[in-house]
Nanobody
Framework: QVQLVESGGGLVQAGGSLKLSCAAS????????MGWFRQAPGKEREVVAA????????YYADSVKGRFTISRDNNKNTVYLQMNSLKPEDTAVYYC????????????????????WGQGTQVTVSS
């Protein structure tokens, strides 16, 4: 099972930007589809963005389209989430997730489709 470690969270003013990183262990990172999810206090975990193993397919929640960009570098075993034009409602703990995807080059958008999770990184957007 792949181990995931997120970084890059913090406190930012509304309208600002942050870039999250998720570093994965193991030599088979390129066979994993990856996703970013978030969970605010009292709310369910929700998808933010997802990317296929090749990087050729992506998925975005409607709430972040045009503001966030997911990308990956399979040579560095890392997936990124560039977050621009941040809003207070983006405040949450952000989690990276992975699942094997040997035969399907697709992005997966629900938490139950993922088997490995990071510990999360806090993002706080002040108004």
């Amino acid at each position: 099972q792949v181990q995931l470690v997120e970084s890059g969270g913090g406190l930012v003013q509304a309208g600002g930007s942050l870039k999250l990183s998720c570093a994965a262990s193991g030599r088979t990172f390129s066979s994993y589809a990856m996703g970013w999810f978030r969970q605010a206090p009292g709310k369910e975990r929700e998808v933010v963005a997802a990317i296929s193993w090749s990087g050729g397919r992506t998925y975005y929640a409607d709430s972040v389209k045009g503001r966030f960009t997911i990308s990956r570098d399979n040579n560095k075993n890392t997936v990124y989430l560039q977050m621009n034009s941040l809003k207070p409602e983006d405040t949450a703990v952000y989690y990276c997730a992975a699942r094997t995807s040997y035969y399907a080059n697709r992005a997966y958008s629900t938490p139950s489709e993922y088997g490995s999770w990071g510990q999360g990184t806090q993002v706080t957007v002040s108004s």
